[in-house]
């Protein structure tokens, strides 16, 4: 890039070179030499070196204006080449500088040329209005430096001049044309032609100008605009301009400078077709000739169509007046009488109420418009960028539906994946049953997991009535309560497809049977272009698009790239394309809060009667509690489906659980737990999840009909519990029982690795056995881990309640899609369901739950009988100090510590006589009086007290388990003579 001041160098004429002077020393010296040896040798012969002088100055004198004259040759070639490149580079910056000028002020030929590429509206227009007159030579502005201002004429001349250059005029100063009628007129045509590619219309208008040769203007966008801010003025000669003070911009014809208006900065004389001169101006000075620049009408008018065809593509102007920069949906409800109504998109033409879902959004190029999703539809979509008005666009739709019809006739469900502001003042609309958001992506995928049952009830509803769609099936008399119509809007249908893959199926399913069903679309999203895709896009009709960034997305949605010409000053602008008709443009109206509180009131004042409320898609979420009245109003209102599948017709049977959640097919169900039915359940829950709940409501709903077995969480509960339900198999009892086990892996943990191991294989095999002898175990854990992950196999039926993270909600089995963990207590999965349980009922005494059965024979046994049952005693202690001090405070007799005791066998002697007495040692002191233990144990009792297995097993050479004993509670085994194994308890030391 260059700038035109930015100076050129003149090269300088080269300067021949000054003439060699004659070389007298050279010649004289060969002579003066030659007379010198002449002297000293005598020898003529030497004479003849003085000849050499002048023949040396001669040859000298030759050679150097030889050189002279090609150094000469050469500069002067070096000064052309100079010249050559300096006028090739001046010729460059003229043409540069031409073309600079020209695409500043594009000249009414280019424009007519070109009108895409050379139109470039903007909101705001430069000032002044720059005009192009025609073409001549200017200054150039270009500065010649380096040589003697009489050096170089030519390229100097070249340099100082642009030839073709625009010559320009400023029009909002006014320009007046004098010349003959048809000249003028051509060259205003051409002046014209420029002022509207360089003005945009609305702001910019055209002022009425006279008939006949000017009828072509009147296909100007500019003439159509009705409230502009400037007027461009123009004048004929034939019927003088009447400019009104202060109007710019503006141009006047006249024959003569008389009959020209006041106020014209610029005048010009025109000669001829090739000729024309400056009368007046502040740039050019008068009598500056140049060639105008002339417009046929022709010409003219074909700009003129075309340029109105790209102010209406661009939103600016519409066919028949301007389309406003908003409107409200207040003015659209006014009645307009003045104004006659053309069929909009999917309206037909003479309708005295509106069809379908027919509803007024904006103001088009035609008047109001009108969408209407039956009759263009059956479906939707609108495309647009962040701040092009969607939001907006779909509330107006909704409200205007509203307001067309009643909630009977059509309701909505909104999905707004933006977090649902746009769309939460529409909720107060007795129509909206529903408005899902991101924020809750569990309830999201709840209720649309819900449209697929709506789907097939409303084909149930159809094909009971014997009809093929919903207008038949809403016929006049067909039904009194009709199936009203469904619209699904969704906005960023991209965002939740990403967050919800899956329901891409569903929205194909719909776009593909809606129509019948009554169900319609409205998909709105940013990117269209490969979002939507085409088996969407077959079933929907009828397209809308606000403001695009790229011509793709137009594309996708309208077959044009017009929406991305769209401005983006202009929130709501959209263009509308239905029926496979042309696009429209159209101004979406602005909803307020009191235009729906509007809707609202005259819907209620127009409704005849009480009418229900639309029917819902889905219902409520699962309450956080549940009653017995919540069950049995569930059964009452649908005994059919209240059943779970697969069970027999007839009166339900089995224990209440809970409420069942089944979205898929809209609606509760009682769940049931049936122990000879669905066999062993197994229920995993987190703490305070509601797993003690679930085995309280078991107990207390089946103790009628089987023995409940309820042991208490403890290590020696629950293996008795396992011992004496293992001793009943083996018995061979064929008594209902049922066995409930709490906290069964916390008690497994409290248990020695022995204890674990051998309580695991008893209940494995109650497991197993059970069945068939008519017992069945419900066992809560909190995990599954380590051995008990073997638990799942053997349990028919499975509960799993609220788990602290998926990998344990995963672990236990469940549904990983029914993670959720701020389920409230009781919530949970069943047989693949969400389920609340249903909550425990309080006693009559309001003391909470009645106690399971089998609970009061859990507590403590009164095991101290047991000791008090043996008079004598030896005992094996692990500590003799601390038993010996707790056997002093109840024990009558003598208590001898053996340890202590330096003769055995007065010891022994002693048992022998005193048949009270209790022999206290360790495992070591025991062994080294074996003899002594083996003449007492036939007849004595054997406690082992703090003990471990080892100790027991070397003191009674037995290799069976004795039972568990709870820590804390001062247990001990006691061995009886008989061989029984039973435990005991020792009074705590004083």
Not at 195 to 216: I, K, N, S, T
Not at 328 to 333: D, N, Q, S
Not at 485 to 501: G, Q, S
Not at 521 to 528: D, K
């Amino acid at each position: 890039m260059f700038r035109p001041d930015d100076p050129l160098i003149l090269p300088a004429r080269p300067v021949d070179p000054p003439a060699p002077g004659f070389p007298l020393i050279a010649s004289a010296a060969p002579v003066v030499v030659a007379v010198a040896i002449w002297m000293f040798t005598g020898s003529a012969f030497v004479l003849l070196f003085a000849v050499l002088g002048p023949v040396i100055a001669v040859g000298s004198m030759v050679d150097g204006r030889r050189t002279r004259r090609r150094t000469r040759i050469r500069a002067d070639g070096t000064h052309r080449a100079a010249l050559a490149a300096l006028r090739a580079k001046v010729e460059q910056r003229r043409t540069g500088l031409v073309q600079a000028a020209w695409g500043r002020t594009p000249s009414a030929a280019g424009i007519l040329q070109d009108p895409i590429g050379t139109v470039h509206w903007s909101a705001r227009p430069a000032a002044p209005v720059l005009v192009s007159l025609g073409s001549g030579d200017v200054p150039s502005g270009l500065r010649l430096e380096g040589a003697d201002a009489d050096d170089e004429p030519g390229i100097r001349a070249l340099a100082a001049t642009l030839a073709g250059a625009p010559i320009t005029a400023d029009l909002d100063g006014g320009i007046g044309i004098v010349a003959a009628p048809a000249l003028g007129r051509a060259m205003a045509r051409g002046l014209l032609v420029q002022a509207a590619a360089a003005l945009p219309p609305g702001p910019v208008g055209l002022a009425v100008l006279p008939p006949g040769h000017w009828a072509w203007a009147t296909s100007l966008p500019h003439a159509a605009a009705r409230s502009p801010d400037r007027l461009i003025t123009v004048g004929d000669s034939e019927t003088p301009a009447r400019v009104p003070t202060g109007s710019r911009p503006f141009i006047a014809l006249a024959r003569c400078l008389e009959e020209l208006p006041t106020g014209c900065d610029t005048i010009v004389r025109v000669h001829g077709p090739t000729r024309a001169e400056i009368v007046r101006s502040p740039v050019h000075p008068a009598g500056f000739r140049f060639r105008p620049e002339l417009v046929t009408r022709d010409q003219a008018g074909g700009f003129a169509v075309r340029l109105g065809e790209r102010a209406r593509a661009a939103g600016l102007i519409g066919r028949y007046g301007p389309v406003p920069a908003s409107v409200t949906l207040a003015e659209l409800a006014e009645p307009d009488p003045a104004v006659d109504l053309p069929p909009s998109p999917g309206t037909p033409a003479g309708s005295a109420h509106l069809p379908g879902l027919a509803g007024v959004i904006g103001i088009g190029e035609e008047g109001r418009v009108t969408l209407d999703l039956v009759a263009a539809g059956p479906h939707a979509v609108v495309g647009g960028t962040t701040g092009s008005g969607k939001s907006e666009l779909l509330v107006t739709w909704v409200a205007a539906m509203a307001a067309a019809h009643p909630h009977d006739a059509v309701t909505f469900l909104l999905i707004d994946f933006k977090g649902g502001a746009a769309f939460h003042p529409l909720v107060a609309l007795p129509h909206c049953v529903g408005l899902i958001t991101d924020l809750d992506g569990r309830q999201a995928a709840r209720a649309l997991a819900s449209l697929a049952a709506e789907l097939r009830h409303r084909e149930r509803a159809m094909r009971a009535a014997g009809t093929r769609d919903i207008t038949e099936l809403n016929g006049a008399g067909s039904r009194s309560n009709p199936l009203p119509r469904l619209v699904i809007v969704v906005d960023e249908f991209a965002t939740m497809l990403t967050a919800f893959p899956e329901l891409h199926a569903l929205f194909v399913d719909i776009a593909a049977r809606g129509r019948s069903l009554g169900v319609h679309l409205i998909l709105c999203t940013q990117r269209p272009n490969g979002v939507v895709r085409d088996a969407l896009l077959a079933n929907c009709n009828l397209r809308v698009s606000l403001r695009v960034n790229n011509r793709a997305d137009s594309q996708a949605v309208l077959g044009t790239d017009a929406a991305a010409a769209l401005p983006a000053s202009v929130p709501g602008r959209c263009l509308i394309s239905a029926l496979q008709g042309d696009a429209q443009l159209c101004q979406v109206a602005t909803t307020t809060e009191a235009d729906l509180r509007a809707i609202v009131g005259r819907g209620a004042e127009n409704r005849s009667g009480e009418k229900p409320n639309p029917r819902r898609p889905w219902l409520d979420p699962l309450p956080r509690r549940v009653t017995r009245n919540d069950l049995a109003r569930v059964e009452t209102a649908a005994p059919a489906t209240g059943r779970e599948p697969g069970r027999p017709a007839g009166p339900a049977t089995g224990v209440l659980l809970g409420l069942l959640d089944e979205p898929e097919h809209q609606r509760y169900r009682v769940a049931r737990y049936d122990p000879e039915r669905d066999g062993h359940l197994l229920v995993v829950g987190a703490g305070r999840a509601g797993k003690s709940t679930v085995l309280a409501s078991v107990a207390a709903q089946h103790s009628g009909t089987a023995t409940v077995l309820d042991p208490r969480p403890d290590v020696e509960s629950v293996w008795d519990t396992l011992a004496e339900a293992r001793a009943w198999l083996d018995a061979g009892s064929r008594e209902a029982r049922l066995i409930l086990l709490d906290d069964f892996d916390s008690v497994y943990a409290r248990w020695g690795d022995e204890h674990r191991a051998a309580a695991l294989e008893l209940l494995t095999g109650l497991l197993r056995d059970g069945p068939a002898a008519g017992l069945v175990v419900v066992v809560a854990v909190q995990h599954l881990s380590g051995a008990l992950q073997t638990l799942p196999a053997f349990c028919q039926s499975r509960l799993v309640l609220r788990m602290p993270d998926a990998g344990t909600h995963l672990a236990a089995g469940a549904d990983p899609a029914l993670f959720d963990a701020a389920l409230p207590p009781g919530g949970g999965c069943w047989n693949g369901s969400r389920i609340q349980l249903l909550q425990p009922e309080p006693s009559s005494d309001g003391r909470g739950p009645e106690p399971a059965a089998g609970e009061a024979a859990a507590g403590d046994v009164a095991v101290g009988d047991t000791l008090a049952g043996h008079r004598s005693l030896l005992v094996v202690a692990a500590s003799p100090a601390r038993t010996i001090a707790a056997l002093s405070s109840t024990r009558a007799g003598e208590i001898i510590d053996l340890s202590a005791s330096a003769n055995a066998e007065a010891g022994r002697l002693r048992v022998l006589a005193d048949d009270g007495a209790v022999l206290v040692g360790d495992t070591d002191t025991w062994q080294a009086r074996w003899s002594l233990l083996g003449l007492l144990r036939p007849h004595m009792a054997i406690v082992f007290d703090g003990c471990s297995l080892a100790d027991f097993r070397a003191i009674s050479r037995r290799r069976d388990l004795p039972p568990p004993l709870a820590p804390g509670r001062c247990r001990v085994w006691v061995l009886c003579p008989d061989g029984a194994v039973v435990r005991g308890t020792l009074p705590a030391p004083g």
